[in-house]
């Protein structure tokens, strides 16, 4: 039926619907600035907009929108804090493989290099008169130090 009367129908034949249709005119009764304000309004399907950063008096201290009484996000919003959670610098293998090497994780690329050099001038047997006994420490010591190289931390 029309303009505030929506979800009502008329029940016309074919040839009158035609010509309602043809005569009907959806901003019949409305000023010339209720027909702008409407179509700028259809630009964002009637719903309400504002410009950025307005309204964030409403947000919280943080500048939340909602309620986190468990400071579950606050982390993301203040890198302090976040740090005091710290994440271990590397991985359970990378660790393993420093501990092979008799490092800790605090150990940069130089000191990873000159542990591992010094390590192989001791263990080889060309370094202890051709004794292999401690072949085995030495593959290991040699297969850490290729972990940490294809992880790129030597």
Same mark, same amino acid.
């Given at each position: 039926? #029309?303009?505030?009367?929506?979800?009502?129908?008329?029940?016309?034949?074919?040839?009158?619907v035609?010509a309602?249709? $043809? &005569?009907?005119?959806?901003?019949?009764?409305?000023?010339?600035?209720?027909? /702008?304000?409407?179509?700028?309004?259809?630009l964002? #399907?009637?719903?309400?907009?504002?410009?950025?950063?307005?309204?964030?008096? /409403? $947000?919280?201290?943080?500048?939340?929108?909602?309620?986190d009484p468990? #400071?579950?996000?606050?982390?993301?919003?203040?890198?302090?804090r976040? &740090?005091?959670?710290?994440?271990p610098?590397?991985?359970?293998?990378?660790?393993?493989a420093? /501990?092979?090497?008799?490092?800790d994780?605090?150990?940069?690329?130089?000191?990873?290099?000159a542990?591992?050099?010094?390590?192989?001038?001791?263990?080889?047997?060309d $370094?202890?008169?051709?004794?292999? &006994?401690?072949?085995?420490?030495?593959r290991?010591?040699?297969?850490?130090?290729?972990?940490?190289?294809? $992880?790129?931390?030597a």
């Open positions: 039926m #029309g303009r505030l009367r929506e979800g009502q129908y008329f029940c016309f034949c074919m040839e009158h035609r309602y249709n $043809a &005569s009907y005119n959806y901003f019949n009764g409305m000023s010339d600035a209720d027909v /702008a304000r409407f179509q700028k309004d259809s964002y #399907g009637h719903r309400p907009t504002w410009n950025m950063g307005v309204k964030r008096a /409403a $947000a919280g201290e943080d500048g939340q929108q909602f309620d468990l #400071g579950m996000f606050r982390s993301g919003l203040h890198p302090d976040a &740090s005091a959670a710290k994440q610098r590397y991985g359970v293998p990378a660790m393993k420093l /501990a092979t090497l008799g490092l994780d605090t150990a940069d690329a130089e000191a990873i290099k542990r591992y050099k010094d390590l192989v001038k001791k263990l080889h047997p $370094a202890n008169g051709g004794d292999r &006994s401690l072949e085995d420490r030495l290991e010591i040699i297969q850490a130090y290729k972990y940490l190289r294809a $992880a790129k931390l």
